[in-house]
């Protein structure tokens, strides 16, 4: 996409909404949820968060990218996992069963890398009670895809928790989190085909779940977007991972870097530090690449100056004049 018009659409992002009419909202790190009756209407705002922080400045078209990425996978893995989705009247919009959320996210992790990098270059070898190999470098394949859940804080960082503290806490039982693990696993064995029909591995990434009115545990929040999942490009794996050398990737862990680089990850009297333009752009760019190459389609933006008036028009809610 050219840089010119993502310039534009600096002042015409979508950072937090105020729909009319709904029982209640819920404002996410990057979704506004509104209750009407058994559904639920998500947006997907521009917001954009990193070490368990919502970031001041908004990206561009970033809420589009995510909701649409996120449609796209739901379609392609409700064979695997039934999912949430009841259908996308908006660009920015999933319209969903409302669920009652599992306060579990089921991390799956193909390769060493990120937090169960740093994790492991800090001497731990055991990671939410899997038990990790000797001799592993960065960004490394794994044995095998591995199970690192993490339990969904409403403020602050989310806690590792291996299966036995799940259980021992009263969080799942056995048999639903066997379940869960099982339904993450298949969708991660799916999104791993996807990707390397893409010339793409996909890393890591994270599964929600929520149980219906009647009983049935779905898929929900997204799937395999870049902000929940970490791809590299296959062609140059090999090779990068041999010197030792940073993957290509995409996903929103060099924005994480970014954050680093200046002293923040998050941690008490660290300053959060302010996106320049010129950087929200180019973190813009990267997140309509990952669009474009796990889907194989072009991102067609919806341009319009004022999104929450074209949010409540497709919702057939009041448009203020």
């Not at 995510?66 to 989705?85: G, I, K, S």
């Not at 794994?142 to 806490?169: Q, Y």
């Not at 048999?175 to 298949?186: E, G, S």
């Not at 999942?229 to 993957?247: E, H, I, K, M, V």
């Amino acid at each position: 996409m050219e840089t010119a018009l993502l310039r534009r659409h600096l002042n015409h992002t979508l950072y937090e909404t105020h729909l009319p009419g709904f029982e209640a909202r819920y404002r996410g790190k990057v979704r506004d949820t509104y209750r009407d009756g058994d559904r639920l209407i998500l947006v997907t705002t521009d917001r954009i968060s990193a070490f368990d922080h919502i970031l001041r400045q908004t990206i561009p078209f970033k809420g589009q990218v995510l909701n649409q990425t996120a449609a796209y996978f739901f379609e392609h893995t409700a064979d695997v996992a039934p999912n949430h989705v009841l259908s996308v009247p908006d660009p920015n919009v999933t319209v969903a069963v409302r669920c009652e959320p599992v306060p579990v996210e089921f991390v799956v992790r193909g390769y060493l890398a990120g937090h169960a990098w740093r994790e492991y270059r800090a001497g731990r070898r055991t990671l939410c009670g899997v038990p990790l190999p000797e001799g592993l470098r960065q960004n490394s394949r794994l044995p095998e895809p591995i199970l690192t859940p993490t339990t969904k804080a409403k403020a602050g960082h989310d806690l590792d928790v291996s299966r036995e503290e799940i259980l021992a806490r009263g969080i799942l039982d056995a048999a639903t989190f066997d379940h869960l693990k099982d339904l993450a696993l298949r969708l991660f064995a799916r999104g791993t085909e996807m990707a390397a029909e893409r010339g793409l591995i996909l890393v890591d990434t994270k599964y929600e779940f929520g149980r219906t009115p009647e009983g049935t545990y779905v898929l929900i929040d997204e799937v395999h977007t870049p902000d929940s999942s970490r791809y590299f490009y296959a062609d140059t794996y090999d090779a990068l991972l041999a010197r030792d050398a940073p993957q290509r990737q995409l996903s929103k862990e060099f924005v994480r870097e970014w954050l680093m680089a200046r002293g923040f990850q998050g941690r008490d009297g660290q300053v959060l530090p302010d996106l320049p333009d010129d950087f929200r752009v180019e973190v813009a760019q990267r997140y309509i690449e990952l669009y474009e190459t796990v889907t194989g389609k072009p991102f067609v933006p919806d341009t319009h100056p004022d999104p929450e008036a074209r949010i409540r028009e497709a919702l057939g809610l009041e448009v203020p004049r």
